[in-house]
């Protein structure tokens, strides 16, 4: 199995800072890497796919870029709405996701 | 607009059973692979199984096989998801998932919800 690892697990920033969220995978996934989005109580929500492409109707602030083994997701600056968890997923192989990055306001 | 509503969740003893259903409308149904992800409390999520547009490809975790069958009924868009001797590990959040492709890359494109499986004497 191919395991994926996010860091940090967890992160506190401020209204307005510029987040990277980072996640490896055990072995090369060229692009197979998704992002989403999940807020307590609300279904996760898609926000980039094959390791940069934006998902429609995800703002602009968040983008992804990597391949291989090592991913970025970037928010170029944080919103209210924005502090939820994060997970990545490899779709290589059988899907796995990271074990998830929880964003906090400071 | 796309919809997928989980239902049949609830509150069962080890070594029981249970049914989940996903009705999807908003989308041809017939013509998407679908999955289902669980999540336990405070856990990441976890991929159970899927299943391609027609039924006839199916794929389970290896932490479910031989106690969970996927089935899909694509004259009623509905997916189902069978549980069997079910064990406390079971316990989660179960979402029925829509996969989408870009190129050969697939992703999870639309979530439901979730039904809320308690595995517990």
């Known amino acids: 199995d191919i395991q994926m690892t996010q860091s940090p697990s967890s992160l506190s920033a401020s209204v307005g800072d510029r987040v990277t969220i980072t996640c490896r995978s055990s072995q090369s996934i060229s692009s197979y890497l998704n992002w989403y989005q999940h807020k307590p109580g609300e279904a996760p929500k898609l926000l980039i796919y094959?390791?940069?492409s934006l998902q429609s109707g995800v703002p602009s602030r968040f983008s992804g870029s990597g391949s291989g083994t090592d991913f970025t997701l970037t928010i170029s600056s944080l919103q209210p709405e924005d502090f939820a968890t994060y997970y990545c997923q490899q779709s290589y192989s059988n899907p796995q996701f990271g074990q998830g990055t929880r964003l906090e306001i400071k | 607009e796309v919809q997928v509503v989980e239902s049949g969740g609830g509150l069962v003893q080890p070594g029981g059973s249970l049914r989940l259903s996903c009705a999807a409308s908003?989308?041809?149904?017939?013509?998407?692979?679908m999955h289902w992800v669980r999540q336990a409390p405070g856990k990441g999520p976890v991929w159970v199984s899927r299943i391609n547009s027609d039924g006839s490809s199916i794929t389970y975790a290896d932490s479910v096989k031989g106690r969970f069958t996927i089935s899909r009924d694509n004259a009623r868009n509905t997916l189902y998801l069978q549980m069997n001797s079910l064990r406390a590990e079971d316990t989660a959040v179960y979402y029925c998932?829509?996969?989408?492709?870009?190129?050969?890359?697939?992703?999870?494109?639309?979530w439901g919800q979730g039904t809320l499986v308690t595995v517990s004497s």
């Open positions: 998932v829509r996969e989408s492709k870009h190129w050969f890359v697939p992703y999870f494109d639309f």
């Open positions: 908003g989308f041809t149904f017939r013509s998407y692979w």
């Open positions: 094959a390791a940069s």
